[in-house]
């Protein structure tokens, strides 16, 4: 255990005593430190350096930065009554009110560094490199809100987007027309034990699911593949319970051509309008849609977001 001794000796010192308070309130690098305190490097660093080896203070690297902190009430159980005499004390230290007025302001820079910098980024935040930001990410985040439903991923691919929302559904029921896809999308869910996961092959326009069974159809880039993209519409509605919704995301119309034979594309996108209409005479309501992403390289493609309920 620190020595109660030592501390009492270690605090009898007004620098020491000046570090405590201001560690007390807020964990400081060395170099705030010194602008507060106005005392050398060097200086300081032995001083710190006995605070830590009584217990008394903790410390952490951050880069080329090491703060220094107050110890827990666990760490130093035998601190909390001389941090109640030293508060009593902080009379006897001329000091000690101008250092908690710098700390004030210096802890107002390090606020408006932080606004500056997303001040600068405003108007920019979502067209360049952020650490840490990625769709993926977000996705990940909006799932935790998802409630336990039974999903039905329509032209589900490979799956990536079926195993995702597979770590939060009740059930998934990933449809495929391609043999190789079903065969791929079902290993990969084997792979990763989702169990929850189960794949089909079968046509957008005559799905392997029985009426009313699913409580979400998604057609995420898949509809434009559809021969008749009103009787895949149908279908969804067909498999959804009363309550259910569609969603179906998708590209806005566009000119280029080559997708036809680049991507096998049969439709080149849908406006929104065409989407309404589709939606509407299925029977959906409550029938919203909306460009949700522009790519800024050409040819430009739009995703359009299209989404109604069962009544």
Do not use: C
């Not at 710190?48 to 902190?69: E, H």
């Not at 509605?237 to 997708?259: M, Q, S």
């Amino acid at each position: 255990m620190p020595s109660i001794l030592k501390s009492l000796r270690l605090l009898a010192d007004s620098t020491r005593a000046r570090i405590v308070l201001l560690l007390e309130k807020e964990e400081l690098s060395v170099t705030e430190l010194q602008e507060i305190l106005g005392i050398g490097q060097s200086t300081l660093s032995t001083q710190l350096a006995q605070l830590k080896q009584a217990g008394i203070v903790g410390d952490r690297r951050a880069g080329k930065n090491i703060f220094y902190r107050l110890n827990t009430a666990d760490d130093r159980p035998f601190f909390a009554p001389l941090a109640a005499v030293l508060k009593q004390a902080v009379a006897e230290i001329p000091e000690a009110a101008d250092d908690q007025e710098a700390l004030r302001l210096l802890l107002v820079r390090r606020r408006d560094k932080m606004r500056a910098y997303f001040d600068e980024l405003a108007g920019k935040f979502g067209r360049q490199y952020v650490p840490g930001r990625s769709w993926k990410g977000l996705a990940e985040m909006l799932l935790t809100l998802l409630p336990p439903l039974v999903i039905a991923d329509l032209g589900a691919g490979e799956g990536t987007l079926a195993l995702m929302l597979a770590r939060r559904a009740q059930k998934v029921i990933a449809v495929d027309s391609s043999e190789k896809m079903v065969e791929f999308g079902a290993g990969a869910a084997r792979r990763q034990k989702a169990r929850n996961l189960e794949y089909r092959r079968g046509d957008l326009e005559a799905l392997p699911i029985a009426g009313e069974a699913v409580d979400l159809a998604l057609l995420s880039q898949s509809l434009h593949h559809a021969q008749h993209p009103d009787r895949a519409v149908a279908e969804a509605w067909r498999i959804l319970r009363p309550g259910g919704r569609i969603l179906v995301l998708d590209l806005v119309k566009h000119p280029f051509e080559e997708a036809r034979e680049m991507y096998a594309d049969l439709w080149l996108g849908f406006t929104e309008v065409e989407l309404q209409r589709l939606l509407r005479k299925a029977g959906f309501r409550r029938v919203e849609t909306s460009v949700v992403h522009r790519e800024t390289e050409a040819p430009h493609f739009e995703t359009v977001l299209a989404t109604g309920i069962r009544p």
